[in-house]
């Protein structure tokens, strides 16, 4: 059975009430919860915009699953949290775990995602306990890219090492990045000081593929270095794209052509991953 957020219609007709008490808090309703009791059960539920509200409202909706006896899978594209599955500093939090537990202890059976930060492979692992089944947007990004040049050969990389599996499969390369400590301020952020490489780029038309483009910096800098190397067109593109402080502006400046899945609507969201999501959990059982 699908059951479908508010905050998810790409997918279908809504069958969740999501509201808010006059005070702010959180109210969750499941439509049809009758029909969930001791049955499988896809949750498709996006954990992002404004992720903190959003986590809370799954919680609820699969606390409630959880006392009907449901077997939920919770489909969700993309996991917040997912970059702080490490520590830099003494003391911080580890808010990858948490998160997992959470939907652990809820009775989550796994969580289907794409292209998870932490993760770095395509597949089923667990983490923190947690069943976690990352798919990979990697084909349908080099796909529509590929679809976009023609005939023109096309040389996948990606700006970091740790978004290599998006591209090996490829023959693609990756580059080295080096980020700097926090900087001051209300925002904990690490600023990306050198994005490097050891390859060729010359008169190569270049795809730079990432996970995600959050404020761009890291992506702005890779572009700058295939640049600097002759690459003759530039394009770039990642399955989540938040384009943070109009990072999207200045990256429409400094590439050839700039596009996303809609894991998270944009403006450049030109993969759909509805499909990808939809395969990975199977089509509903037809209405008796």
């Known amino acids: 059975m699908y059951l479908i957020s508010p905050n998810f219609p790409e997918v279908g007709e809504p069958n969740i009430e999501i509201k808010l008490f006059p005070d702010g808090d959180s109210y969750c309703r499941i439509n049809d919860i009758s029909?969930?009791?001791?049955?499988?059960?896809?949750?498709?539920?996006?954990?992002?915009?404004?992720?903190?509200?959003?986590?809370?409202?799954?919680?609820?909706?699969?606390?409630?699953?959880?006392?009907?006896?449901?077997?939920t899978s919770l489909v969700a594209p993309y996991m917040p949290y997912a970059r702080q599955d490490k520590t830099f500093l003494m003391g911080e939090s580890l808010s990858a775990q948490i998160l997992c537990k959470l939907f652990n202890d809820f009775g989550t059976v796994k969580i289907v995602t794409v292209d998870c930060h932490f993760l770095k492979k395509e597949g089923e692992s667990e983490y923190a306990g947690l069943k976690i089944q990352n798919l990979s947007a990697n084909k349908m990004l080099v796909e529509h890219a590929r679809k976009k040049i023609g005939l023109e050969g096309l040389e996948v990389i990606s700006p970091d090492q740790g978004a290599n599996y998006l591209v090996s499969e490829f023959g693609g390369k990756s580059m080295s990045k080096v980020r700097g400590g926090y900087e001051q301020g209300e925002e904990?952020?690490?600023?990306?000081?050198?994005?490097?490489?050891?390859?060729?780029?010359?008169?190569?038309?270049?795809?730079?593929?990432?996970?995600?483009?959050s404020t761009g910096g890291t992506m702005l800098k890779a572009i700058e270095n295939v640049r600097k190397g002759g690459a003759k067109k530039v394009f770039c593109a990642a399955t989540h794209g938040f384009f943070l402080n109009d990072s999207l502006t200045r990256l429409k400046k400094s590439a050839d052509w700039v596009f996303t899945t809609n894991s998270i609507p944009n403006d450049v969201a030109e993969v759909d991953i509805i499909p990808l999501l939809k395969s990975a959990v199977g089509d509903p059982p037809a209405p008796q």
């Open 35 to 71: 029909k969930c009791q001791g049955e499988d059960v896809s949750l498709f539920h996006r954990l992002y915009p404004k992720q903190n509200t959003a986590i809370f409202n799954a919680a609820q909706l699969l606390h409630t699953l959880k006392r009907v006896g449901a077997r």
């Open 188 to 213: 904990a952020y690490r600023s990306v000081q050198t994005v490097e490489r050891e390859f060729d780029v010359a008169e190569k038309n270049i795809l730079i593929m990432d996970d995600m483009i």
